[in-house]
């Protein structure tokens, strides 16, 4: 685009840091398009340098794209991808030590081995805490084969922005799928029918686990190290398959 000056893009500062804003063009990024200011280069001034970067990401604040793409587009039309890639690993160890913190997650239901909801898994009263495991009728118990949990987590970030505005979304959602390890239990049916139940025999409600009892009943007992989600298994295998995120 034309650097002329022009009435619509007046000067900025003066001197020998004086420069003339370029329009902003039109850049694919992912499956949107979004009105970026040009690449900077090594010879672009500082002045210019701090301008883009201002209306870079205000455009890509107001355009729906995830995280790490706001990202990785800012620091390639920046050249600061270095930078960039620095601040997304420090967002990541950040994800990666809380992503099994139950104070900020929210149950959103329990799956079966196949990957299949199981809607009776829960009390009446609320629908995030388990049935007991316990003699009785059938359906007062927790049922059989409890084995994934869904949650959805919320992260803010914010004390890692400090230039963040009050009004600034700082909050990372994100779903995923958590192996909860099982064991065999005998209960005792309302007829005295004794059974084998084999399902997840831990505590009732999750979200009472602090960061390290979560770790210390659930994650160490079973082969997940991070986020996962449930996919189809290959060659009709009845169970579900794992991807880590």
Avoid at 5 to 25: E, M
């Amino acid at each position: 685009m034309s650097t002329a000056p022009n009435p619509s893009h007046p000067s900025h500062l003066s001197g020998s840091q004086a420069f003339v804003p370029k329009d902003v063009i039109p850049v694919k990024v992912g499956h949107t398009t979004v009105n970026l200011y040009p690449k900077v280069t090594a010879d672009t001034s500082i002045p210019e340098r701090a301008h883009a970067h201002h209306v870079n990401v205000t455009a890509l604040k107001n355009a729906n794209l995830s995280p790490a793409l706001e990202l990785d587009t800012l620091g390639f039309h920046q050249m600061a991808s270095t930078i960039v890639d620095g601040h997304k690993h420090d967002f990541k160890k950040f994800f990666d030590r809380n992503w099994y913190d139950m104070a900020n997650c929210t149950i959103l239901s329990f799956h079966s081995s196949t990957g299949a909801i199981i809607n009776d898994a829960t009390i009446a009263a609320d629908p995030a805490i388990l049935k007991d495991v316990q003699d009785g009728a059938v359906n007062a118990c927790r049922p059989a084969d409890v084995r994934y949990v869904r949650l959805q987590s919320a992260q803010d970030f914010r004390d890692m922005c400090p230039a963040a505005d009050a009004a600034d979304n700082t909050v990372l959602r994100a779903a995923y799928y958590v192996e909860l390890p099982q064991g065999t239990q005998a209960v005792t049916n309302a007829n005295g029918a004794v059974r084998q139940l084999t399902t997840f025999l831990g505590v009732a409600d999750l979200r009472t686990l602090s960061k390290e009892e979560f770790q210390r009943d659930i994650l160490a007992n079973v082969p997940q190290v991070g986020p996962m989600d449930l996919v189809e298994a290959p060659f009709n295998v009845p169970t579900a398959a794992t991807d880590e995120e």
